[in-house]
T-cell receptor, first 115, second 113 residues
């Protein structure tokens, strides 16, 4: 079974631009979550989608948005990039619901550098 | 909201020596607990998880952890480490009904020959 796939692996963008990151979950997983990892703030939760609905959102500005498609693939978008958005963005997927769900399986991440 | 404290930011250890990484969490409600490992420029790989049942949990690569509800702790141990265990380790917690993971700041383990 293929794991969680994130594309691209590396990105360099300029301040003020926007960027879209993609995540394909493990087949059959309907929950997709996104995390930002930086040396200063560590791992922080961005948002979680389940069956195309955003169920939970972390404490990030509105420049950070996401969506999930009917095939469970997810994208996140960051508009008006700032230098502080440079980070490793991790996607994770889970199977099942509520207390019966599996643990989160993580992708390799997308390394975003804003210059 | 959950908070997770990993008490050691860096742990140097010699090869074949034991290691313990400490983790405490804040919530008193029912939780799921996890330990993940991250190698440079990689994602997170699950080492082990506690969902319910036995408080001693065994994971991959010889790691184990003990859930202590009264002390709200979930410490990770390995009796004998290898060079390949050099990595960053993260403790994480989620509520039973919430998919959101709250992570500790991480512990960097450096194994020396």
């Amino acid at each position: 079974k293929a794991g969680v796939t994130q594309t691209p692996r590396y990105l360099i963008k300029t301040r003020g631009q926007q960027v879209t990151l993609s995540c394909s979950p493990i087949s059959g997983h309907r929950s997709v979550s996104w995390y930002q990892q930086t040396p200063g703030q560590g791992l922080q939760f961005l948002f979680e989608y389940f069956s195309e609905t955003q169920r939970n959102k972390g404490n990030f500005p509105g420049r950070f948005s996401g969506r999930q498609f009917s095939n469970s693939r997810s994208e996140m978008n960051v508009s008006t990039l700032e230098l502080g958005d440079s980070a490793l963005y991790l996607c994770a997927s889970s199977f099942g619901e509520g207390r019966l769900r599996t643990e989160a399986f993580f992708g390799q991440g997308t390394r975003l550098t804003v210059v | 909201a959950q908070s997770v404290t990993q008490l050691d930011s860096q742990v140097p250890v010699f090869e074949e020596a034991p290691v313990e990484l400490r983790c405490n969490y804040s919530s008193s409600v029912s939780v799921y607990l996890f330990w993940y490992v991250q190698y440079p420029n990689q994602g997170l790989q699950l080492l082990l998880k506690y969902l319910s049942g036995s408080t001693l949990v065994k994971g991959i690569n010889g790691f184990e952890a003990e859930f202590n509800k009264s002390q709200t702790s979930f410490h990770l141990r390995k009796p004998s480490v290898h060079i390949s265990d050099t990595a960053e380790y993260f403790c994480a917690v989620s509520d039973w009904d919430d998919y959101k993971l709250s992570f500790g700041a991480g512990t960097t383990v450096t194994v020396r020959a």
